[in-house]
C-alpha cells in the first residue's frame, strides 16, 4: 500500500471516530497520517480535526 494511500484510510478512519464521538481516538489517528508523510493537506486535515 502506498503513503498516500494509507494516509487517506488513515484520515477517513479519524473522521469516522470524530463522528462517532471519538475525538481523542480520531486525533490520535489523524496524527500517525500526519507522521507518515510531510503533506500540507494531511496537516489542514488533522487541524480541523482539532477545531471541530
Known sequence: MQKRQL???LIGNSWL????????AALKIGLKA??????????????????K
Open 34 to 51: 500526519c507522521l507518515l508523510a510531510n503533506n500540507l493537506i494531511v496537516w489542514k486535515n488533522f487541524l480541523m480535526l482539532f477545531l
Open 7 to 9: 494516509q487517506g484510510a
Open 17 to 24: 471516530l470524530h463522528k462517532q464521538g471519538k475525538k481523542i
